[in-house]
């Protein structure tokens, strides 16, 4: 069950548990999804993720956790990760991204989202350009574990999708920042287990990609300077330039033939179809 680092290698019968837990993120985080709208507080949307949670007879993974006081993480603007829930209204035009954790029979599901409120008036180009490039590298990350060989082939992925979309213009001839002091992880039993899964090219490719593995590949871009500081509050990671920020999302299981995003509800098929990528069957 455990190899290089101690990584928790899960059987099949343990990847359909997780597989559950996926689908109570995936819901909750639809229904969040839906009330991301101007007049919504955090408060709120952190209070629909626990009843979705609850209802399913799950826990969720992030409340408690080193302490940390909610169900989900709501980061706006220019927060990467870790905004706490609280009265904060959305305005129209805000970029916020949702991160949530859920847990069914001792195994974990974790995903994020990034959302532009929406409004009257016409969003900022930019900022959506953010959102979608974000999610893109996302995928391109996810389908490097089906045609990769070792885990490094994520960060590498990654990396060349944000210099296509620079190349394109999408950050309006800017680079964009990759986040590098909070990467991707393995999961399972617990929220975050080894490996590490970095979203940048390094020299240490990192382990073989083997089938039982379990990891949650999660980007995070920002449209200026990649540096970042925590908050007083101890949670809130927020970019130092005060760029707005996106983080997207998914648990991804690598099985004998194949992968399937645990927390796809289709596991992953429309987006890695367009990638030239077929999920696995899970048995």
Not at 168 to 184: D, H, K, P, S, W
Request: net charge negative; aromatic share 4%; hydrophobic share 45%.
């Amino acid at each position: 069950m455990f190899g290089r680092e101690r990584i928790e290698y899960k059987t099949p019968e343990q990847v359909l548990l997780m597989r559950r837990a996926g689908l109570v993120v995936a819901e909750a985080l639809q229904v969040v999804r839906e009330a991301v709208v101007p007049g919504s507080t955090t408060a709120s949307l952190d209070a629909l993720a626990a009843a979705v949670i609850g209802d399913h007879g799950a826990q969720p993974s992030f409340l408690g956790y080193h302490g940390y006081p909610a169900t989900l993480c709501i980061s706006v603007n220019d927060e990467v990760v870790h905004g706490i829930p609280g009265e904060r209204v959305l305005q129209a035009g805000d970029v916020v991204s949702v991160d949530c954790g859920a847990i069914v029979e001792g195994w974990h599901g974790d995903s994020a989202i990034t959302v532009v409120v929406p409004g009257t008036g016409e969003l900022d180009r930019l900022d959506t350009e953010l959102v979608t490039t974000t999610e893109r590298a996302l995928w391109a990350g996810i389908a490097a574990l089906a045609t990769g060989d070792r885990l490094g082939s994520v960060g590498e992925a990654v990396e060349d999708l944000v210099d296509e979309a620079e190349a394109a213009g999408l950050n309006g001839g800017a680079r964009y920042g990759i986040v590098q002091e909070y990467v991707g992880h393995g999961i399972g039993t617990a929220m975050h287990q080894p490996p590490d899964v970095l979203n940048y090219r390094t020299r240490d490719r990192g382990q073989r990609l083997r089938p039982g593995l379990c990891v949650a590949v999660e980007p995070m871009l920002v449209r200026g300077s990649r540096y970042t500081r925590e908050l007083d509050d101890e949670w809130t990671v927020v970019t130092v330039d005060g760029s707005r920020a996106a983080h997207w999302e998914h648990s991804v299981a690598v099985l004998a033939d194949g992968i399937w995003v645990l927390t796809a509800v289709d596991g992953g098929a429309q987006r890695l179809a367009e990638l030239g990528v077929a999920v696995s069957p899970l048995a």
